[in-house]
């Protein structure tokens, strides 16, 4: 997108997506289609480097820390710094196929530094810090949750950075919204009296919910077919999710002023 069009973004509704919602409109959820979540044993996430403001580095987690492991895999959290642009990604090893291994690594540390391009940022004066938490690891899959903020020189204030990602180690490939479920039915349920948000406080959830009444079923259909890596085009997902123990996590974009965006929870055996 075009770096005019990111500012203006920005002001609006923030490069995020969360959690929404509660009408009057029922809705019914019995065509929900979802995956059974993996059993994953949860990898520690490090803190990330100090930025460098002259050139980009690479850095693993702080030293004197172990990676996690599960099942003979082994993970860690590295930092890519340059400039005013600090991010944290996911890196495994031990996955038991040389070829596979290095696949997984370059498409993990592609799609967490790919925010960097989509959104035409000037690593010398733009501001973005981004902290990388491992959900979950296996020798299936790795599910990765970024939060940070972003500091566009030009904008009048930071907003808060949300996205994901799930990587199937065996093809070294991306996995998206539509293999944990519908995403017309999971737009419903955002617009349903049923929808639940994970983190927020009564009078957020409140704002909230009235934002997401003036919005579509159809809007947040296509928002959630559009959803998570890879990326379609040069434009960075504005929803992203993942799916941890049986529940599923997606994000809506909000304005500013609530948040810039907010987390869906689908429990499916609830609904």
Not at 166 to 189: C, E, H, L, Q
Request: hydrophobic fraction near 35%; charged fraction near 20%.
């Amino acid at each position: 997108m075009k770096r005019s069009m990111m500012i203006t973004a920005l002001l609006a509704a923030g490069v995020c997506l969360a959690a929404g919602c509660g009408s009057k409109n029922k809705v019914d959820l019995s065509s929900s289609h979802t995956t059974a979540a993996e059993t994953m044993a949860s990898a520690a996430s490090e803190e990330a480097s100090e930025p460098s403001e002259s050139e980009a580095t690479e850095s693993s987690a702080e030293a004197g820390s172990k990676p996690a492991s599960t099942e003979g895999l082994s993970t860690s959290v590295e930092t890519y710094s340059s400039g005013k642009v600090s991010i944290q990604y996911p890196a495994v090893s031990q996955l038991g196929n040389s070829q596979a291994e290095e696949k997984v690594n370059a498409l993990l540390k592609e799609n967490a530094l790919s925010i960097i391009t989509a959104q035409e940022l000037d690593e010398s004066k733009d501001s973005l810090s981004v902290q990388c938490k491992i959900i979950s690891a296996d020798q299936k899959r790795l599910t990765a949750v970024y939060t940070g903020t972003l500091t566009v020189q030009s904008a009048a204030h930071p907003v808060s950075v949300f996205y994901t990602n799930t990587v199937d180690m065996n093809k070294a490939s991306d996995i998206g919204f539509s293999t944990y479920a519908d995403p017309a039915t999971m737009a419903g349920y955002v617009m349903s009296d049923a929808c639940e948000f994970e983190g927020l406080d009564k009078e957020t959830e409140a704002a909230v919910k009235e934002y997401k009444a003036a919005q579509t079923i159809d809007s947040y259909t296509q928002l959630f077919k559009n959803a998570d890596f890879p990326l379609k085009g040069s434009s960075f997902p504005e929803s992203f999710s993942y799916e941890d123990k049986g529940a599923i996590y997606f994000s809506i974009p909000l304005p500013h002023s609530l948040g810039d965006y907010a987390l869906v929870k689908f429990t499916p055996e609830t609904k």
